[in-house]
């Protein structure tokens, strides 16, 4: 599509702020108005829309994308979004381990222990561990404390965290991006990927799934900057 505006500005409205194009409000994906809840996540969005050459590129609107996600998707049935986010604490990442002979057990208790025992404090829950692939239930009280928990957060915060918890498989991680004992947060997407990159260094990296988890990585990033901004009020 060729770029169609000139000026982009940010402007404040009675709930939050929203980007205009010559003047003209930007709708979301669906048609809601897209009203955002901090200043700098509109700033940023601006920039976004400022950054476009003569020919607009969808590919490179990802904290727009996020935005119309929290508006379009998560907004009208959050209920929905928070039984999607607790699929992934039952069967999250950081629960499912190797045999205890196995090298790898090792690498992950060593790594991912530390995370689930900060977020279990956090949280006063208990997270079932699990050797080998069968699936088991987490607690039910762990359920249903996550679940409150979730339903205290806003739209945005909750679209931050469904982008982050499917690109990582874990509820875990992705509660953990944001949290102030991190100070890494890409550390969390290296953790989340412990077993590929393992598999990689005992038999070989592919190119092509390099590639992949390349940009997995880039757009768990872009998520956790969203959730961040999202959160950063005035």
């Given at each position: 599509?060729?770029?169609?505006?000139?000026?982009?500005?940010?402007?404040?409205?009675?709930?939050?702020w929203h980007i205009t194009l010559?003047?003209?409000?930007?709708?979301?994906?669906?048609?809601?108005p897209q009203v955002v809840p901090?200043?700098?996540?509109?700033?940023?969005?601006?920039?976004?829309?400022?950054?476009?050459?003569?020919?607009?590129?969808?590919?490179?609107?990802?904290?727009?994308?996020?935005?119309?996600?929290?508006?379009?998707?998560?907004?009208?049935?959050?209920?929905?979004?928070?039984?999607?986010?607790?699929?992934?604490?039952?069967?999250?990442?950081?629960?499912?381990?190797?045999?205890?002979?196995?090298?790898?057990?090792?690498?992950?208790?060593?790594?991912?222990?530390?995370?689930?025992?900060?977020?279990?404090?956090?949280?006063?829950?208990?997270?079932?561990?699990?050797?080998?692939?069968?699936?088991?239930?987490?607690?039910?009280?762990?359920?249903?404390?996550?679940?409150?928990?979730?339903?205290?957060?806003?739209?945005?915060?909750?679209?931050?965290?469904?982008?982050?918890?499917?690109?990582s498989a874990s509820l875990a991680?992705?509660?953990?991006?944001?949290?102030?004992?991190?100070?890494?947060?890409?550390?969390?997407?290296?953790?989340?990927?412990?077993?590929?990159?393992?598999?990689?260094?005992?038999?070989?990296?592919?190119?092509?799934?390099?590639?992949?988890?390349?940009?997995?990585?880039?757009?768990?990033?872009?998520?956790?900057?969203?959730?961040?901004?999202?959160?950063?009020?005035?």
């Amino acid at each position: 599509m060729k770029r169609f505006y000139k000026d982009v500005a940010v402007e404040k409205v009675a709930d939050g702020w929203h980007i205009t194009l010559d003047g003209r409000p930007i709708r979301t994906q669906m048609g809601n108005p897209q009203v955002v809840p901090t200043s700098i996540l509109a700033g940023v969005m601006q920039q976004e829309w400022a950054d476009q050459g003569d020919r607009i590129d969808p590919k490179a609107f990802l904290f727009r994308d996020h935005a119309d996600f929290a508006i379009d998707v998560v907004r009208p049935d959050r209920e929905a979004a928070i039984a999607k986010l607790l699929s992934f604490a039952q069967t999250d990442t950081l629960c499912y381990r190797a045999d205890p002979e196995d090298a790898l057990y090792r690498e992950q208790l060593d790594r991912w222990e530390p995370l689930l025992e900060h977020l279990e404090a956090k949280h006063a829950i208990r997270y079932q561990r699990i050797s080998g692939v069968m699936h088991r239930p987490q607690p039910d009280d762990t359920i249903a404390t996550l679940q409150s928990h979730l339903a205290t957060l806003d739209d945005f915060h909750l679209a931050g965290l469904s982008a982050m918890a499917s690109l990582s498989a874990s509820l875990a991680i992705a509660l953990l991006a944001n949290d102030e004992a991190i100070n890494d947060p890409m550390l969390l997407w290296r953790d989340a990927n412990l077993e590929e990159d393992w598999q990689a260094e005992h038999w070989g990296n592919d190119p092509e799934a390099q590639a992949v988890r390349d940009k997995r990585a880039e757009d768990f990033s872009a998520a956790q900057v969203f959730t961040m901004l999202a959160l950063t009020r005035d």
